[in-house]
């Protein structure tokens, strides 16, 4: 596709429910980047995935936080025993994997709402 | 620790210019980049610098001094439709090759 594209746009989930977001790359690019932005907060990395090497995980803020990227393109973050304060906009953005100067696109973002 | 800062908010009017300061405190650098996000929206690119200096790219440009951790987006001839945060991100080296560290964005309200 032309861009990065993101499902849901929305979703709303009950505490402790487990959701799925889940992201598609701009064709072509190797890189995707999953980050969370929270009202009035700057965005938080969250996950990396860069080709067919193992991602890094570092910025995942529990171990209910995990991702997938099948094939190399279409990712999958999901968040189990969903708590309030996942509560956020869920980006994802994708890149050439050229390295350092990778520029991201960025998608519309799922804005999940943990009621 | 990494630490990025710039104000929270701005106002400017119509057609004049504004700058938009960013400092840093990174485990290393690899760059810094200036997004645009408008309210509701995905942030998009605008520029790109790793060496001293100043990049311009229509009506804006974007410096940076590395020795002071420092660097300013100037925005020229300002138009209502520039109204938006203005995130500024450096690429460090922290856990990750790909890992840009944001500031928690400029909002800039463009008045008539």
């Known amino acids: 596709g032309a861009g990065v594209s993101q499902s849901p746009s929305n979703k709303v989930t009950e505490k402790g429910k487990d959701v799925e977001l889940r992201c598609d790359p701009i064709s072509g690019h190797t890189a995707l980047y999953w980050y969370r932005q929270s009202l009035g907060q700057g965005l938080e990395f969250l996950i990396y995935f860069q080709g067919n090497s193992a991602p890094d995980k570092s910025g995942l803020p529990s171990d209910r936080f995990s991702a997938e990227r099948t094939g190399g393109s279409v990712s999958t973050l999901t968040i189990q025993r969903t708590q309030q304060e996942d509560s956020a906009v869920y980006l994802c953005?994708?890149?050439?994997?050229?390295?350092?100067?990778?520029?991201?696109?960025f998608g519309p973002g799922t804005r999940l709402t943990v009621l | 620790g990494q630490n990025i800062d710039q104000p929270t908010e701005m106002t400017a009017t119509e057609g004049a210019i504004v700058q938009i300061n960013c400092t840093y405190q990174t485990s290393g650098f690899n760059g810094l980049f200036w997004y645009q996000q408008h309210a509701g929206e995905a942030p998009t690119f605008l520029s790109y610098n790793v060496l001293d200096g100043l990049e311009e790219k229509g009506r804006f440009s974007s410096f940076l001094s590395r020795s002071k951790g420092y660097s300013y987006l100037l925005l020229k001839e300002l138009q209502m439709k520039d109204s938006a945060s203005y995130l500024c991100?450096?690429?460090?080296?922290?856990?990750?090759?790909?890992?840009?560290?944001f500031g928690k964005g400029t909002k800039l309200s463009v008045k008539p």
């Open positions: 953005a994708s890149g050439s994997g050229t390295g350092w100067t990778d520029t991201q696109y």
């Open positions: 991100a450096v690429m460090g080296y922290g856990g990750s090759q790909g890992n840009l560290i």
